[in-house]
């Protein structure tokens, strides 16, 4: 695929998101995303987050695995969860979950800094690279659980979780966000935590929402289907 024939799938990609977007309308409470996001997402070259083998298909609106057995979060979710972060030009951001670093490189187009955690050292590193290669400096990753935050950048504008949580909100996520923040997350009500390949899920992605004087609220958007939040691992910095 050359230059131009990504830059036109790029087009379709978020021609296509639009579509959707529309037609998840009644759920997300609006028909079209803010246009910044759709912008972002117009700009990221996603196919330099896919493993080689899997490029031709980068441009599809669907997950992809990435390896680790992790996955890709499909553009929509990505551009869906994007907007409902709502990260401004001179937000901080905290992400869980770098994967492979693409949900980063969309909020870094966003945002003014973006603080990105992720627990499997082999996919971690390899995200942290692209991201600088690609002129992603206003990204810092970690390696770590990021259930418990990143306590040192604290408080966040906005935080984006891209594993689902078993059944409730790591405390530690609602305590970093700053007054007026949103956090977006989504949470996993089956009865035994989701594992690949997705059966019998019960997962909702939620936007938390703190108000200037600290009270939390919460709105449940979409059914979704995420890998698990891995939970209580050993703090490890990169
Ligand atoms: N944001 C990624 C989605 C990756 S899938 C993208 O744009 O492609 C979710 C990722 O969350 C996986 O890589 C998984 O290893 C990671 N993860 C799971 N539990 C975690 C935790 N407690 N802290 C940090 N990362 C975690």
């Known amino acids: 695929m ?3 024939d990504r830059t036109a799938a790029r087009k379709a990609l978020v021609a296509e998101i639009a579509d959707e977007v529309a037609g998840t309308g009644k759920w997300l409470g609006k028909e079209a995303l803010d246009s910044r996001v759709m912008a972002a997402l117009e700009k990221v070259p996603r196919h330099e987050f896919i493993p080689a083998a899997d490029r031709a298909v980068a441009y599809d609106n669907r997950p992809q695995p990435i390896g ?6 499909q553009p929509y979710i990505v551009a869906v969860m994007t907007d409902m972060a709502a990260p401004g030009p001179g937000d901080r951001v905290l992400e869980v979950g770098t994967g ?3 949900q980063t490189a969309v909020l870094a187009e966003l945002a003014a800094r973006v603080y990105s955690t992720e627990v499997v050292p082999e996919l971690a590193r390899p995200a942290a690279e692209r991201l600088r290669r ?3 400096g206003n990204v810092e990753t970690r390696i770590g659980d990021g259930a418990r935050g990143w306590t040192e950048h604290a408080p966040y504008d906005a935080i984006v979780v891209t594993a689902a949580a078993w059944h409730r909100i790591p405390p530690a996520l609602i305590e970093q966000l700053a007054p007026g923040g949103r956090l977006v997350i989504p949470v996993d009500r089956s009865p035994t935590a989701a594992r690949y390949p997705f059966k019998d899920q019960e997962q909702d992605l939620l936007l938390v929402t703190k108000d200037a004087k600290g009270k939390i609220s919460e709105r449940k ?3 979704v289907a995420f890998v698990p939040l891995i939970e209580g691992d050993e703090d490890a910095r990169s």
């Open 221 to 223: 958007m979409l059914p």
């Open 2 to 4: 050359s230059g131009n």
């Open 100 to 102: 492979c670093g693409y």
């Open 68 to 73: 680790h057995g992790q996955t890709i979060s």
């Open 134 to 136: 690609l002129g992603y």
